[in-house]
């Protein structure tokens, strides 16, 4: 039925503009809608900005005191405020595993950099393009100007049944990640809580616990 109607759409000098407006409601038309409309996670809006310049400690601290979504931060290059960066719950219980002591290096050094992202200008098709392609769960959404405006979670695409291998599995998948991240955002809590109290074996324990190791 949309396929039909984007067909007929067309031969009518239809643009994908206007037949997003005059059928929001199918696949297709969610498909063609801005990028910008599913951004639950906006800068100001649980998706702090940290500099890169800060070390992985202070950026993480920087970030729970503005709130942040569990997943990722974004960093920037402090004059431009261009993205530079990404840094996973993932990245930080790797890291702890790995040597606790990397929390006081610069989070640049450890950081994923120039991460793929998509323009605020983008359709919504493109960011499950880019899901599709590059099996990437967190899609920064940056201005003309290289600036984060959002953070895109894939689980908004599986919430629309535009990511999916099938209705249930979709679901499922939504409710256990959900209900894992929140898990993991609590866990970082209670690690780097007891780094700060100088208890490495309980700070490892709460982080190795915190992050799928998929991620």
């Not at 993480?60 to 997943?71: F, Q, S, T």
């Not at 098709?125 to 600036?147: K, L, S, Y």
């Amino acid at each position: 039925g949309d396929a039909l109607a984007l067909a007929v759409a067309r031969r009518r000098n239809f643009t994908d503009e206007d037949f997003a407006k005059r059928h929001p409601g199918g696949a297709l038309g969610g498909l063609l809608r801005p990028v910008t409309e599913m951004l639950r996670f906006r800068v100001g809006q649980k998706c702090p900005l940290i500099p890169q310049t800060l070390s992985v400690r202070e950026s993480l601290e920087r970030a729970a005191e503005i709130g942040r979504r569990p997943g990722a931060i974004l960093l920037i290059e402090p004059g431009s405020g261009k993205l530079t960066g990404i840094f996973t719950d993932g990245d930080l219980r790797r890291l702890i595993l790995r040597d606790a002591a990397e929390l006081e290096k610069p989070i640049e050094r450890v950081m994923t950099k120039q991460p793929r992202s998509i323009p605020s200008s983008a359709l919504v098709r493109d960011a499950v393009r880019m899901f599709r392609e590059c099996r990437q769960d967190e899609i920064p959404v940056v201005d003309e100007g290289g600036r984060p405006v959002g953070i895109l979670d894939v689980q908004d695409l599986v919430a629309m049944r535009l990511v999916r291998d099938s209705v249930a599995k979709a679901r499922t998948e939504l409710l256990v990640v959900e209900r894992t991240r929140t898990n993991a955002a609590a866990r970082i809590e209670l690690g780097l809580e007891a780094l700060a109290n100088g208890n490495l074996k309980d700070a490892r324990a709460q982080l190795e616990a915190a992050a799928p190791r998929s991620r």
